[in-house]
């Protein structure tokens, strides 16, 4: 969908990754605003998912006027996620003030509809491809409207939410005093190094192998949303895992696997096979996001009940900001190099939480 904004407004192709990294560094800001003032915890978090939401949907609705600059659409992408930041810290916070038992199983199904969310633009344009992307804004500010008004209406203030104060300059250091809150935060970051990149890279790298096999008739959009939504399952999955394994070995577990698709999709990524091909990047997509609410689930578990709100909002913004430098470096190196030997870099991340993750548990075993 950004590529036909792009096109209709005839802005350069590297606004592509400048127009998705607004959107972080709206998510960011808006997440240290929120933690700063401590928002979710001072005051009802069904009430903030609902003027974030409406205020999210007015804004992105701005980028359907006509005479958009990128100046423009980068302010109203940056407004975008700016107001993410009072939903999807906040609908976290929501379900931990409902669940203090199973609360990874009970995130793994909000994870799921975020990442289904996430995978919606790509259906509708396959759906819409007739029609102009217009459409896919109008429909996905509907649904802003919609989900907003429904948590207000449906979901009141949890029976574990305890209401919080505004936070001091130590209380910041209080947040991350907690050895096994920096274990679950550390694994976060290296998760958020590669999700979102490889979400961005889920067309170009469907596309780079239609190319090398012409015969096949993929549709890009289609199958792009096919990959990102698998993680809807993985999500949903680890948490039901969560139940037998535990939640930080399954959070661990599941990025150890996205780590091994990193690792091998050089050789994947080259096979002639578009059945292995596709397996793989529904494996990859699967595990890339599965862990993602678990690691939250350990952030809120282990954070101060008053805080909850804020160390959830304040781990989830610096995990963000760490998708814009994920994501403009290896958008930057595209360029320049390869593909497939491109997507080695999705590693770093995940490669130093596990080593942290094993420091940790040496440590802990010695003990």
């Not at 509907?142 to 939410?161: E, K, Q």
């Amino acid at each position: 969908m950004i590529a036909n904004i792009i096109e209709d407004f005839n802005l350069k192709a590297s606004a592509l990754w400048t127009l998705t990294t607004m959107v972080q560094i709206g998510f960011i800001t808006g997440s240290l605003v929120f933690a700063l003032l401590t928002i979710a915890d001072r005051f009802s978090p069904s009430k903030v998912f609902f003027i974030s939401s409406v205020l999210g949907a007015v804004v992105n609705a701005g980028i359907l006027w006509d005479g958009n600059t990128l100046t423009s659409l980068m302010i109203f992408r940056f407004l975008t996620g700016l107001f993410l930041a009072g939903i999807y810290p906040v609908g976290m916070k929501i379900a931990s003030d409902y669940y203090k038992d199973g609360l990874g199983k009970a995130l793994g199904f909000l994870v799921a509809a975020l990442v289904l969310g996430t995978a919606l633009p790509h259906l509708l344009k396959d759906l819409t491809s007739d029609l102009p992307w217009k459409y896919v804004i109008i429909t996905i500010t509907i649904l802003s409207l919609v989900g907003g008004t429904a948590i207000v209406l449906l979901i009141p203030n949890g029976p574990y939410r305890k209401k919080g104060n505004k936070i001091k300059r130590n209380d910041l250091r209080k947040i991350f005093k907690s050895r096994e809150l920096r274990v679950a935060a550390s694994g976060y970051f290296g998760h958020m190094w590669e999700l979102y990149t490889f979400w961005v890279f889920v067309p170009l790298i469907i596309s780079a192998f239609i190319q090398k096999t012409p015969q096949l008739e993929f549709n890009i959009s289609l199958w792009s949303f096919i990959v990102i939504a698998s993680g809807a399952l993985g999500c949903v999955a680890a948490g039901f895992l969560s139940k037998v394994l535990g939640v930080k070995r399954t959070a661990f577990l599941f990025l150890s696997l996205s780590l091994l698709c990193c690792l091998i999709s050089p050789f994947l990524l080259e096979t002639p096979s578009s059945l292995l091909f596709i397996f793989f990047m529904l494996f990859w997509g699967f595990t890339v996001a599965g862990d993602s609410p678990l690691f939250s689930s350990l952030v809120a578990n282990n954070a101060a009940a008053e805080f909850k709100g804020t160390a959830i909002t304040l781990v989830t913004s610096i995990g963000f900001g760490i998708t814009i430098i994920s994501i403009e470096l290896i958008g930057s190196i595209a360029k320049t190099f390869d593909l497939k030997y491109i997507l080695l870099a999705l590693s770093i991340g995940p490669l130093i939480s596990i080593v942290i993750y094993l420091i940790d548990a040496n440590k802990e075993a010695n003990r």
